[in-house]
């Protein structure tokens, strides 16, 4: 056993909680939003982040072994594949007409600052129509 096993040992079950972490937050994050984009992100994000982090730990954990060449192939399989699957998702609901929420932008008068009386001021030319 080499001096660097404990510390290999530590790092991957660091890696392993964090990723489990992820996922869980993503998780909840799929409970909680209140549409599909917003849980659509969340899941996509937690997803590639969790995986990754979970597979690195446990390419740690097991050395370098025939396990950890297969454990690296599907990490990049799941790389590839997690985003593109998410895209596909959320291109089938805009196409099917699921479209995000518009936010509601304050209007100019409901908040005075100093850019809204610059707006507000006229313009020194008056605008003219183009002619035909």
Known sequence: MSALQPFLEVLSWILILAGSGFLLIGA???LRFPDFWTRVHAVSVSDSGGMLLLIAGMVLHSGLTLVTAKLIL????????????????????????????????????DKPSKIANVIKKKDPKPRTKAKK
């Open 28 to 30: 909840i994050g799929t």
């Open 74 to 109: 599907i990490g990049g399989f799941i790389f590839i594949t997690g985003p593109t699957a998410t895209h596909a998702v959320a291109n089938a609901a805009l196409v099917s007409g699921l479209l995000p929420r518009k936010k509601e932008v304050p209007k100019l008068e």
